[in-house]
């Protein structure tokens, strides 16, 4: 499966925006869709995924109530809607796949399909 990130750009602290990772090669129905981000000089962080199986969701608490992860099917695209930026999300953001069949996906870099990353920038 090949993966399309598009979404990000500039925003002030307090705005929003909304990723998109477009899938081709394959449905991504059946893989589990995680986003995550990497500032410089920082580990890579998850920020959000989706289950492959009944959609359920994951958001670390640095996210959660501000964040939204979700799939069209039809389009074949998950998406991450980011409310009440701030400067501390300030990251280049992965998109990434993967069938998750030992149910690693907790982890950032456990995942067999990327994305090319989409800055995303919060001014103060």
């Known amino acids: 499966v090949q993966l399309q990130a598009s979404g990000g750009g500039l925003v002030q602290a307090g705005g929003s925006l909304r990723l998109s990772c477009a899938a081709s090669?394959?449905?991504?129905?059946?893989?589990?869709v995680g986003w995550s981000r990497q500032a410089p000089g920082k580990e890579r962080e998850l920020v959000a995924r989706i289950k492959r199986n009944g959609g359920s969701t994951y958001y670390p608490d640095s996210v959660k109530g501000r964040f939204t992860i979700s799939r069209d099917n039809a389009e074949n695209t998950v998406y991450l809607q980011m409310n009440s930026l701030k400067p501390d999300d300030t990251a280049v953001y992965y998109c990434?796949?993967?069938?998750?069949?030992?149910?690693?996906?907790?982890?950032?870099?456990?995942?067999?399909?990327w994305g090319q990353g989409t800055q995303v920038t919060v001014s103060s």
């Open positions: 990434a796949a993967d069938r998750d069949v030992i149910d690693s996906t907790l982890d950032p870099l456990a995942y067999d399909f």
């Open positions: 090669g394959r449905t991504l129905r059946g893989y589990t």
